[in-house]
């Protein structure tokens, strides 16, 4: 950990510092008993002890308790393997902790006879939910519908050119190009991990229409699709090849949108943030779509991460680098359900948020 700039947790708007010693200690048990938990990988500092003021504890008959809101997903992080991380997190706190059935959304209630030792407990189970939150793969992203019709028949003609062109070029195919009912422009990920948590998300959402509308003046956005990029630093290397979208009157409302939003859900605990500045792009092409032309009849298969194959880009972005996909007038901003489509072929939306 570097001294001057420690790794950070937030918890409902309430920072911790949090001292890694291994990152690599965790190991997946039986599915009954799960993970060992955080103590022999992870130190936190004196600052879980403080008051946690993010949830009500009350007073009981016998003590003190405090009901949070967990998604089933993460218990077995709580529980630990044969149940030592509750073990060692009570007897620590001297507190009770009691957690649903698996597979049950519920609240975990933590109980005691002190109610700063029910606090201390609330908060190292809220740092091991928020650590290991971070493992968990994204299952909705906020995002910019860019499948306009204008935009759509020119990516088209784009995939066409390119194949007629370029296709004798390393890793250059069909496959790899993006299905453009589903062009879109992703302002961020979310793992959104129970049907509260997308109901939250949604909520989010809506609460970010006043500065929306404000930068848009209550207006649709009119934007341009123009250009490609790669996201790699060898056009002969590339994995993701992208079209530049910019508002058509030159400003940088779409970024400013985006930076807001950004920052509204991570301030909310929904969402990590990735980097200091998003970088706006719609995907054309990327090597994670490729199809396994050895699977078996069916569609083939797709690549994952360690095995997918590159292409050389150098030709495409010689011939095709200014490429105009067309214009449209953006209007709403969307949370997508990431393995979900609708009716037009577009990843099915959770929520929606008009800018008029």
Known sequence: MEILRPSLINISGRVYRRNTIKEDQYEEGEEDDSYMGPPASEQFDEEEEEFCDSHSIEQTDKGFSCAIDVPSVLYKYIIGRKGETRRRLEADTKTDIHIPKQGVEGQIVITGSQKAAVSSAVTRVELLVQSFRKKQPFTHFLSFALNHPQVQDGFLRFKEEVLEQCSQDHGVDGSIFQNPAKLHLTVGTLA?????????????????????????????????????????????????????????????????????????????????????????????????????????????????????????????????????????????????????????????????????
């Not at 994670?288 to 009849?297: G, I, M």
């Not at 011939?319 to 953006?330: I, K, N, R």
């Not at 709403?332 to 008029?356: E, H, P």
């Open 192 to 356: 959104l991990l129970n049907d509260l948590e997308v109901t939250q998300a949604c909520k989010q959402l809506q609460h970010c229409q006043d500065f929306i509308k404000t930068i848009t003046e209550g207006k649709p956005l009119p934007l341009e699709v123009t250009g490609i990029e790669y996201m790699n630093d060898d056009p002969a290397m590339v994995d993701v090849l992208y079209a530049k979208v910019q508002v058509k009157d030159g400003s940088d409302k779409l970024q400013t949108i985006v930076e807001r939003l950004v920052d509204h859900f991570v301030s909310s605990g929904l969402m990590v943030r990735e980097w200091d500045r998003v970088k706006l792009h719609g995907t054309v092409m990327n090597t994670l779509f490729r199809k396994d032309a050895s699977a078996e009849a069916g569609g083939g298969r797709q690549q994952n991460m360690k095995e997918r194959e590159a292409f050389d880009a150098r030709n495409i972005l010689k011939s095709f680098g200014s490429y105009h996909f067309g214009e449209f007038d953006l209007s709403a901003v969307q949370i997508s359900q990431r393995y979900s489509t609708d009716c037009t072929g577009f990843y099915t939306s959770a929520g929606l948020l008009n800018f008029s």
